[in-house]
């Protein structure tokens, strides 16, 4: 939650664009994402990442973030949750 605060603060106006699905189930996804928007000072930035989303009743219970050349790593957890109970 302090990292999405610190971003706001840092980028007000930031918005996440889907890339790229990597990988689905029932209980969640992991998709490529690029976060996009524009800092206090006026940069335009593009940070691209990979997102791993939990769900249970339409809400989104646990989030990670992985860089781009963690796919691996993100994917490895992914099935881990989907192994798990």
Not at 36 to 65: N, Q
Request: proline content about 4%; aromatic content about 8%; overall charge negative.
């Amino acid at each position: 939650m302090a990292s999405g605060q610190m971003m706001e603060s840092l980028v007000p106006d930031y918005w996440i664009e889907p890339a790229e699905v990597l990988a689905y189930s029932a209980k969640g996804l992991v998709e490529q994402e690029i976060l996009k928007g524009t800092s206090t000072d006026g940069v335009t930035i593009e940070i691209p990442l990979i997102h791993l989303a939990l769900f249970a009743d339409r809400r989104v219970t646990h989030v990670e973030a992985f860089d781009l050349d963690q796919r691996d790593l993100a994917l490895a957890r992914f099935e881990e949750f989907n192994r798990s109970g």
